[in-house]
């Protein structure tokens, strides 16, 4: 079962048309304002097993199970550790005026300090459309319009 999972993965990162991936390993045309050396430098001493080395490492972390980023997410556009976040809260959000800022970047910060958690949108979402939550951030979710819905959120 896990065999299959990995192909499945391997297929999806290969064929995904939006990623660089196809690029680095020369099976795609590289676009003129992509700079690959720099990426593929350590890589090994020629172009082919830079390209083969470089494939091999990202296909590796293919097997490694990754972290839901939207765990570490807290107030909305702060991601980070519990102490970071309560460092900028302090600093720049609880109690403090905010001054000579522009005025997107106060209301930026005037609205997080009053925001909702993930977990709270998430479950708010998921009642609104009559759905499971973790049915919406399972990767690849059939519930598209409540997962654009919370996106949006």
């Known amino acids: 079962m896990k065999d299959r999972?990995?192909?499945?993965?391997?297929?999806h990162l290969h064929d995904f048309r939006w990623s660089s991936f196809r690029h680095y390993l020369?099976?795609?045309q590289i676009y003129r304002w992509l700079e690959l050396a720099h990426v593929l430098s350590g890589?090994?001493?020629n172009r082919k097993k830079r390209m083969k080395n470089y494939?091999?490492?990202?296909?590796?972390?293919?097997?490694?199970?990754?972290a839901n980023p939207f765990d570490d997410i807290t107030a909305q556009s702060l991601i980070g550790s519990d102490s970071f976040i309560d460092l900028i809260k302090r600093e720049y959000l609880l109690g403090r005026e905010v001054k000579n800022r522009m005025k997107m970047d106060q209301t930026a910060l005037v609205y997080l300090q009053s925001s909702f958690t993930f977990d709270e949108i998430l479950n708010t979402v998921a009642i609104v459309c009559k759905v499971d939550p973790?049915?919406?951030i399972k990767r690849k979710?059939?519930?598209r319009k409540s997962r654009r819905i919370?996106?949006?959120?």
């Open 150 to 153: 919370l996106q949006y959120c």
């Open 26 to 28: 020369g099976i795609e």
């Open 43 to 45: 890589w090994g001493e």
């Open 55 to 66: 494939r091999g490492y990202v296909e590796e972390g293919l097997l490694k199970e990754i």
């Open 141 to 143: 979710s059939v519930n």
């Open 134 to 136: 973790q049915s919406i």
């Open 5 to 11: 999972e990995v192909f499945e993965k391997k297929k």
